[in-house]
Structure formats: structure tokens, C-alpha cells
């Protein structure tokens, strides 16, 4: 192609490059979409324990008279408006892969709309970013933009299984039956993984990490709510470890093997980062691991209980 080349003879041309199946590069770009996600967590996190909540103090510019951060903001505003700059390309990533789907998202209205989900929902996590701002990190405020977070790794980690053929409706192997107990328990175990990460959410909001030093707390009790938040977490143990012994007991070796060791990995991780941060008053950099193993295992339960769904019955 050439400047002289019309512009709609271009668009097709660029079009007939698309994938017209599944593609390296509709995995790839899954991939980058979940990764992205929970690096964004990390991010989020930085923000907060770093006080640089309000690095920022405005929205949508950095600044009144600054889209982007000045020198005069310090290492604060290069934190808080890299953190903001991850999201715009999250939105590149979520973009492209629509376009990737393009040639096919009639056949694969799974992958597409899956893809079209989280690019929506990027604004509006932005919105919800810009209000935690703007309302000077009022702490419910910033809870919602942690889970919004949280559900877009779900929603990744579902993106990431479609597109690899892992489940849904098409699979490009053949799942091992499981005992009926399965799929419930896992579905469970997701479950006690989502409440965990909410009463998480609740228990920051009282901590002391407040991302800025005058932002305000939600006045709750910060060692009354860690014990309600144990509770899912030991829960999640619980269920993890009878999916184990289901797999082995059946001598199941395929991706639900995998998938119950992995999610019982980072279970056992993050509660050794809790208990640890926990009996050490908080430090920020434990604060900052477990919110970023929390995604991971977010993401390792929703994998479970997605294959546990599409497997069959014994």
C-alpha cells in the first residue's frame, strides 16, 4: 500500500489480514489482557501504599493546568499517572483484540464478547478512579475500584480459557469426568474466593494504608473485620484441599489436577503473606504481595470452577 491507495481499499486490505480462526494472536493478546489486569492491581496498590492516592489531585488532567504529571509532583505523581497510564493501555489491548476478533466474532461470539466487556468496562473503571479522586479517597469509593479490578480478572482468565480451547463450547480437547461433587464444590470455592477479596476490600478500608495521610478511614474495626475476612479464606483452603483429594482419589490427571494444585499453591501463599503481614503490623510491601496473589488466585479459582463446569460427570 501507498499514500495513493484509497482509504477503503486499504481498510479491506487490512481486514483479509485479520484472523479468520483462532489465532497465536488472539491467545496472545488473552494473555496480555489477564496479565495487564493484574499487574494494574499491583499498580493500584503501589498508589495506595506509597500515599500517593492524591500524586494526581485531580481528574481527569493530573493537574488544573497538566494532563500529565510535572516534575514538581515528585516520584508521587509519577506513580499515580503511570498507574492511570496502564489503563489506556489495557484499553489498546482490549481494542485490539476486538479488532483481532473481528473476521470472526459471529462464530466466536464467546471470545467477542467477552473482549467488548472488558474494553467497556475500562472507562468506567476510569470513572470510578477519577470519583475516588476527586471524593479525596473516600475509602468505599476506592473498595469499588479495587473489585471492579478483581471482576475484570475474572473476566480475563475466562477470555484466556475460550481462546486457548480449554472450555466452552469449543473446546479443542476432551475433559476427564468428574465426580458430581465437583463442580459445585469449585463453584463454591469461587464463591469464598470472591467474599474473601470483598471483606478484604473492607478490611484495607479500615487499615492504615490509606493512600494519602488526610484521606479518611470507613471507622470500622481493623482486627474485628480481619477475622471475617479469614473465614472465606479458610473456606477457600478447605474446598481447594478436597478438590485435591478428588483429584487423586480418582486418579484425575488433566486440567482439573492442574488446575485444583495450582489454586491450592496460591491459596497456601497467600495465607502465609496474610498471617505474616498480619502478626508484623502490615508492612506496605506485604500489603502490596497479597493484593497482587489475591488476583492470582482469583484468576486460579475461576479457572477451576470454568473447567470443573465444562467437564463431565462421572
Known sequence: MNASTPLGERINRLVE???????????KLSIASLVGQIILIGTGGAVRLTSS???????????SESLVNTPEMGVHGIIEFGNRTLTFLLAAVALLMLVALWRIRKERRDLFVLALGLLASIPAQAIIGGITVLSGLNPWVVGLHFLVSMALVIFAMLLV?????????????????????????TAA????AALAVV?????????????????????LDWDVVSHFHAVPAYLVTAGVLVAVVLAFRHRIQGLFRSAALTLLGVTLLQAAIGFIQYYNGIPPLLVGSHMVVGALLMAAATNLADVSRWSPKA
Open 17 to 27: 489480514r485479520l484472523p479468520t480462526e483462532v489465532d497465536g494472536r488472539v491467545r
Open 161 to 185: 480459557n475460550r481462546a486457548y480451547g480449554r472450555t466452552g463450547r469449543f473446546m479443542n480437547r476432551t475433559l476427564e469426568a468428574l465426580p458430581g461433587i465437583a463442580a459445585p464444590l
Open 189 to 192: 470455592v469461587a464463591f469464598f
Open 199 to 219: 471483606l478484604g476490600v473492607v478490611v484495607t478500608g479500615a487499615g492504615p494504608h490509606a493512600g494519602d495521610a488526610n484521606a479518611p478511614r470507613n471507622g
Open 53 to 63: 492516592g492524591l500524586g494526581c489531585p485531580t481528574w481527569p488532567r493530573c493537574t
